[in-house]
């Protein structure tokens, strides 16, 4: 396939990019400094600005999908509304391009921890993650309004980060709104393995017009 990948650089983003790459797809990564992706085969480098949604159209354009790994900054103290902007603005770019199938990885604060309560507003959420969690989980609602597109949006597991990551096993278990818990009671994934479920559910189609989750 032809994938458009916004955030090729980042720590999600660099994985999928790989895993797109090990399973010959043509990909092009958008990002805001293309100097960050080395050079190699089926794969084009592309500077695009998320916030001007007509420029982002045109780059994606084309495409048989686009992978959002769009992330505003951890420490951006504006990362609420920034993610928020930058979000819709991707939204708006798909859906004038043409492209339908569109998959977006989001944040694992938008999963429910029981019938009413998101993992955001549990008592033990980190400050620090909440801005951008709350940003993620308000953009859900506005993706699964879309209709017109063929939308997935992936939810990681509780525990993603680097201390959870340097491995690649191609194995997990999906979940839909609720955390998956291995028999220890923890929810963990490595990047690699995010970047392997978004890359099954891209050529298998498995949670069009739903979200997922996926841990060990």
């Known amino acids: 396939m032809k994938v458009a990948l916004i955030g ?104 429910y921890v029981d019938e009413n309560i998101q993992l955001v ?23 699964e309004l879309e209709n017109g597109l063929d939308w997935t949006f992936f939810s990681p597991a509780i525990e993603m980060n680097a201390d959870t990551s340097g491995i690649r096993t191609g194995k997990y278990r999906t979940g839909l709104d609720n955390p998956v818990f291995d028999n220890k009671g923890r929810s963990s994934l490595s990047v690699e393995d995010l970047a392997v479920a978004i890359v099954d559910e891209l050529e298998n189609g498995q949670f069009i017009q739903k979200r997922f989750t996926a841990a060990y």
Not at 50 to 56: C, P, R, S
Not at 83 to 88: E, L, P, Q, V, Y
Not at 121 to 141: S, V, W
């Open 121 to 143: 507003n549990t008592p033990d959420f980190p400050q620090d993650f909440k801005p951008g969690a709350l940003a993620a989980a308000e953009y859900l609602k506005f993706v």
């Open 8 to 111: 090729a650089s980042g720590f999600v983003g660099s994985a999928i990019l790989k895993e797109l790459k090990e399973r010959r797809h043509e990909v092009t990564g958008i990002v805001r400094d293309p100097s960050k992706i080395i050079p190699q085969t089926n794969v084009l480098a592309v500077q695009a600005d998320v916030n001007d949604t007509n420029a982002l159209s045109a780059v994606i354009k084309g495409h048989d999908a686009v992978i959002s790994a769009f992330s505003a900054g951890w420490t951006n103290p504006n990362l609420y509304d920034d993610f928020k902007r930058g979000a819709r603005s991707i939204l708006e770019a798909v859906k004038e391009s043409g492209v339908k199938r569109f998959i977006v990885i989001g944040g694992a604060g938008s999963l």
